[in-house]
């Protein structure tokens, strides 16, 4: 198509048979990981990179399953959001995960798109980041020589940004089973239900014992320089009993935790707006 | 680079560019132009193809990713002149209208009727989300898709009486 850039010359391509194999080649100059490439290949057409050598991980077997051990789900690298939305395991564990990625793109993006990949991208609007948030999960990265594992939270760094050295590529996401009890919520708003990019998301997990909030955990997307979450507002609610005086409250503090941009999907205000709707129509919710 | 895949059925050998699209291998190398290009970034799904029996976008996948895969494309569902019923059904119910998006519909539709001979309506917009239509209208899609089912269920009635 007319004004794109061409692909860098040259470009070679890689299928990966290992994670030996994978940590071998990262580190040399000009090498990117390839995976559903749904939204690698945008960024190469329009000129955003251009990597030399594409080190395809779709078939390493070990970035590929979905296993539940020591009362967590791990997922790897290179499931697709398909496999995530297929998989029983995530069904009954995990549903606000499925919640979150059933509108993910399309079938076709989510037939090739990867979780691995959702959150490497780093779009403060990734749908996987809310719930991934929400369910305190830990992203366990390796290199050469070593492995360490942060909660997702620390992973994410500014929109496109995250915590991955050189050297470095994201194994596995490992999400510990909430224990049971919980309200769940999730919200996307979009100009469209399909392949539309959040203007703000809102997702929440909040356990209530004997009539107060034991536990309250919210995320945002689109409306901070990375997906977040709520703390003030999980604060405010933690320890008390779920008024309409706490709702209104809850409601204004969310509104001011996020800090959102105008784009071309919505303006500052409105996502604030929005998040604050969001947060008292879950509780209200929850109140019933 | 060298790959090998199955079009269509048939097995294909090619000597490729790594930075080629499977969409570009399929019309340009293949000249099966019924894939079209409509946005380039998997927004619109007028090059949807399947990839091992799974619905994608070929502009967001490079030819040397599909090296031992299998692909079909609108031209693999009909039978040389012969319409498939689905798209027979297309024709029928008037859900073709400029037809450029018809082969990504047509394709996508084959993906859900194979896993779901019987979609409902919400099941029928869900699995064709990913492919936009600018001037036919989603009432006659999604009419066509219901027709395709009774076509299709009409057909395999006959065949299993014949047997």
């Known amino acids: 198509m007319s004004g794109e850039k061409e692909f860098v010359q040259h470009l070679q391509h890689l299928k990966i048979g290992s994670i030996e194999d994978l940590l071998q080649q990262i580190g040399e100059p000009g090498a990117r990981i390839i995976c559903g490439g749904t939204d690698l290949l945008v960024k190469m057409r329009s000129g955003a990179i251009s990597p030399e050598r594409l080190l395809d991980i779709s078939e390493i077997d070990a970035l590929r399953a979905i296993e539940e051990k020591d009362g967590r789900i791990e997922i790897g690298a290179a499931v697709t959001e398909s496999e995530i939305l297929a ?202 | 680079m060298q790959i090998r895949i199955i079009v269509n059925g048939r097995p294909v050998e090619r000597e490729i560019e790594a930075d080629m699209r499977l969409l570009d291998l399929l019309r340009d190398g293949l000249h099966l132009t019924g894939t079209k290009e409509g946005c380039g970034e998997g927004e619109c799904g007028a090059c949807t193809v399947l990839l091992d029996g799974q619905a994608v976008n070929s502009c967001l996948i490079l030819a040397a990713q599909v090296d031992g895969k299998e692909i079909l494309t609108v031209e693999g569902i009909s039978k040389g002149n012969t319409l498939h019923p689905i798209q027979q059904a297309f024709v029928e119910e008037g859900a073709v209208q400029c037809g450029f998006c018809t082969p990504g519909f047509i394709v996508s539709t084959y993906a859900l009727l194979k896993s779901n001979p019987a979609p409902s309506d919400q099941e029928i917009t869900s699995a064709l989300t990913g492919n936009l239509c600018r001037c036919t209208g989603y009432v006659k899609i999604v009419d066509a898709v219901h027709h395709a089912a009774k076509l299709m269920h009409q057909k395999e009635g006959r065949s299993r009486r014949a047997l």
């Not at chain 1, 606000?96 to 509108?103: D, N, P």
């Not at chain 1, 366990?140 to 994410?156: N, W």
């Not at chain 1, 959102?260 to 303006?267: K, L």
């Open chain 1, 87 to 288: 998989s029983e395991l995530v069904t009954v564990c995990l549903p606000l995960l499925r919640t979150a990625l059933v509108h993910l793109g399309s079938l076709q993006i989510r037939n090739r798109g990867t979780l691995g990949g959702n959150l490497v991208n780093a779009s403060p609007a990734a749908d996987s980041a809310v719930p991934l948030l929400l369910y305190n999960a830990e992203l366990i990265l390796q290199r050469a020589g070593s492995e360490r594992s942060i909660p997702v939270e620390e992973f994410f760094r500014g929109p496109g940004q995250t915590a991955l050295a050189s050297g470095e590529f994201l194994r596995t996401v490992s999400i510990p089973i909430p224990r049971e009890g919980f309200d769940p919520f999730f919200h996307k708003v979009g100009r469209r239900r399909a392949l539309a990019i959040a203007i703000a998301s809102l997702g929440a997990l909040l356990w209530v014992e004997g009539g107060v909030v034991a536990e309250a955990r919210l995320a945002a997307g689109s409306v901070a320089p990375t997906a977040i979450r709520l703390s003030r507002t999980e604060n405010l609610l933690t320890g008390e009993k779920i008024t309409p005086e706490l709702i209104a409250q809850a409601r204004e503090l969310a509104a001011q935790e996020v800090s959102p941009i105008t784009d071309i999907r919505a303006s500052a205000g409105y996502r604030r707006e929005v998040i604050g709707d969001l947060v008292e129509r879950f509780l209200n919710e929850v109140v019933g």
